[in-house]
């Protein structure tokens, strides 16, 4: 059996959802939606599906929906990319990253990766026989330096897999980062594969800055995007993959055997949400700074130091000035049974040196589950 696959513990995102159902808790765990998500967008696939949209697509996604997906980013970034050229669709933000990893990656070439790494990234990298290269970023700021990629960087290195808004940390890099990154990806020659499926999940003053758009990245970063976070319907795992020709031809080759097409219905819908006017974009940003701003409040109210989130679904609590006396998974473990609420361990994203005192909860609930799962934690520290 696969050495690379027969060691690894089952994904503590499919751990927490199961320790939310044996114990009857709410689950601020996984990352997903607790409303039904945009009408018009489901009813858009019900109707596709009605109207015989249901045979294989062609592989590369409908045509519809890679020239929406091109005209969205010209639209929200200014990034031309040629929808039969430059784009694919696949199923799913994390089908779209293996694609690219196993596109790009050969034995013994060394790839990037930041920790908190998310839980799909390693064990890919390995089976293409990649050999990863750990940097570790830490609380508060989780921000990139460059002494840390001074230290990983070098000849053999092929690729660095980035993502940005990060899950778990919620933090949106700025230019300056992105810059720093781009400027070693040039120095080493190195693809980046860009996992940035949160770009429409930022907050505040935090915007979204596509690493392919900072000047040198658009011919070498493969960007990976997810209609499922977009647009909230996170079971529909529609992904993309963006590149530049020479890239996406690899990349295609791969998708080809891995999951060869995706459900043309959702296809379709999705083509039709990403023609939405900037309201909707907009509206979602409000609705989940709203939820984040009503979870944020209540922890902090019942004692919990929290980090603040700049975008995706998560906000994270630095459980360390509490003295607790627990890691973060006892900690998370301990209020899924004796308080019904579930919430991830960020120690669970590191390989090597864990941070062990950071938990994220998810707060893309409605308010009375998070007022629930509020009144539940009122003594848990
Ligand atoms: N992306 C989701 C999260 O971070 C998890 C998806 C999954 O369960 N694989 O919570």
Not at 101 to 129: K, M, N, T
Not at 216 to 232: L, Y
Not at 332 to 357: G, H, L, N
Request: glycine share 6%; aromatic share 10%; net charge negative.
């Amino acid at each position: 059996l696969n050495k690379v696959f027969a060691d690894l513990p089952v994904t503590i995102f499919e751990a927490m959802s199961q320790a939310a159902r044996d114990n009857n808790a709410i689950n601020l765990g996984q990352g997903f939606p607790d409303d039904p998500g945009p009408e018009d967008i489901r009813r858009a696939a019900a109707e596709a599906s009605l109207n015989g949209y249901n045979q294989y697509p062609s592989m590369m996604g409908l045509p519809e929906l890679r020239q929406a997906i091109a005209t969205h980013y010209g639209h929200w970034h200014g990034l031309k990319l040629d929808p039969m050229s430059e784009v694919m669709v696949t199923s799913g933000g994390t089908e779209a990253l293996t694609s690219a990893i196993l596109a790009v990656v050969r034995p013994g070439d060394e790839v990037v990766c930041f920790q908190p790494v998310y839980d799909s990234y390693l064990p890919i990298i390995r089976q293409a026989g990649g050999i990863p290269r750990l940097v570790r970023l830490e609380p508060p700021h989780w921000r990139l330096n460059e002494d840390m990629l001074k230290s990983v960087f070098n000849s053999k290195t092929k690729a660095v897999l980035f993502n940005n808004p990060l899950n778990p940390s919620a933090v949106v890099y700025p230019r300056e980062d992105l810059e720093l990154l781009a400027r070693y990806c040039q120095e080493f020659d190195v693809i980046a594969i860009c996992d940035e499926v949160w770009e429409h999940v930022t907050f505040d003053e935090h915007e979204h800055i596509p690493l392919i758009t900072i000047p040198g990245m658009r011919e070498r970063t493969i960007k990976v995007g997810s209609a499922g976070k977009i647009f909230s319907l996170t079971g529909w795992k529609i992904g993309f993959v963006c590149a530049a020709p020479q890239l996406l031809r690899v990349a295609a080759k791969v998708h080809q055997f891995l999951t060869f097409t995706t459900a043309p219905n959702l296809q379709a819908a999705v083509a039709y949400g990403l023609g939405k006017s900037d309201d909707y974009f907009l509206s979602m940003r409000k609705d989940l700074t709203r939820s984040r701003d009503r979870l944020t409040k209540g922890l902090e109210s019942l004692g919990f130091p929290v980090l603040k989130s700049q975008g995706t679904y998560f906000l994270t609590v630095d459980l360390s000035p509490l003295g607790l006396n627990e890691s973060d998974t006892e900690f998370c473990w301990r209020i899924v049974k004796d308080y019904k609420v579930a919430a991830i361990p960020v120690s669970a994203f590191y390989e090597q040196d864990p941070v062990t005192s950071v938990v994220r909860f998810c707060f893309a609930k409605k308010d009375k589950t998070l007022d629930t799962a509020l009144e539940r934690l009122s003594d848990a520290v």
